[in-house]
């Protein structure tokens, strides 16, 4: 199955400041990725799909880039609701992995 | 509006068996695939089963695979998963979730519900 790993597992970002989370496929994926976001206690909802197109409800400082297997989700300016953990997820492969998560704080 | 409200889940001992429900509102429910997404403790996502629109294709993560069983009751509206010889490791917050296509193919989760957990210990 196809590994995607995340970095940093930890972003501190102040308020206001563009926050830069990357993910990595162990194999091309396309352009076949998925960025979701977690807040504590709730589920995951999702952000991002084809590595670049927003969910509906989304809003325009979140972008996503990239295709093969490098892929980067932006938060242009970091509202205080955007503290989360940030997952990224394939669907190029069977079956559909996640990344471990990139924690964004507060600095 | 797309609502997705998971039950079922709960205490229960190592070989055990416990069956999730999850039901469905505020979309087609027959025209999308469903799956099953579980988030142990303090842990990642993982992916464990999913099941298409109409029923007739499901799909299992090698972890479970011959333990757990998907289904869906689209007169009900309902996705269910009969979980058997539960282990320890099993223990998670099991969401389910909706596909954007009505097929089993890998695809992105586009709603999902609240989660249920399920604890397995002595």
């Known amino acids: 199955e196809i590994v995607m790993t995340q970095s940093p597992p930890t972003l501190s970002v102040s308020p206001g400041e563009r926050a830069t989370l990357s993910c990595r496929a162990s194999?091309?994926?396309?352009?076949?990725l998925a960025w979701y976001q977690q807040k504590p206690g709730q589920a995951p909802r999702l952000l991002i799909s084809?590595?670049?197109t927003r969910a509906t409800g989304i809003p325009a400082r979140f972008s996503g880039s990239g295709s093969g297997t490098e892929f980067t989700l932006t938060i242009s300016s970091l509202q205080s609701e955007d503290f989360a953990v940030y997952y990224c997820?394939?669907?190029?492969?069977?079956?559909?992995?996640f990344g471990q998560g990139t924690k964004v704080e507060s600095k | 509006e797309v609502q997705l409200l998971e039950s079922g889940g709960g205490l229960v001992q190592p070989g055990g068996s416990l069956r999730l429900s999850c039901a469905a509102s505020?979309?087609?429910?027959?025209?999308?695939?469903m799956s099953w997404v579980r988030q142990a403790p303090g842990r990642g996502l993982e992916w464990v089963s999913a099941?298409?629109?109409?029923?007739?294709?499901?799909s299992y993560a090698d972890s479970v695979k011959g333990r757990f069983t998907i289904s869906r009751d689209n007169s009900k509206n309902t996705l269910s998963l009969q979980m058997n010889s539960l282990r320890a490791e099993d223990t998670a917050i099991y969401y389910c979730?909706?596909?954007?296509?009505?097929?089993?193919?890998?695809?992105?989760?586009?709603?999902w519900g609240q989660g249920t957990l399920v604890t397995v210990s002595s």
């Open positions: 099941i298409s629109g109409g029923g007739g294709t499901t």
């Open positions: 505020g979309f087609t429910f027959s025209g999308y695939a």
């Open positions: 997820q394939q669907y190029n492969n069977w079956p559909p992995t």
């Open positions: 979730a909706k596909a954007p296509t009505p097929y089993v193919s890998a695809a992105e989760l586009d709603c």
């Open positions: 084809g590595a670049s």
């Open positions: 194999q091309s994926i396309n352009n076949n």
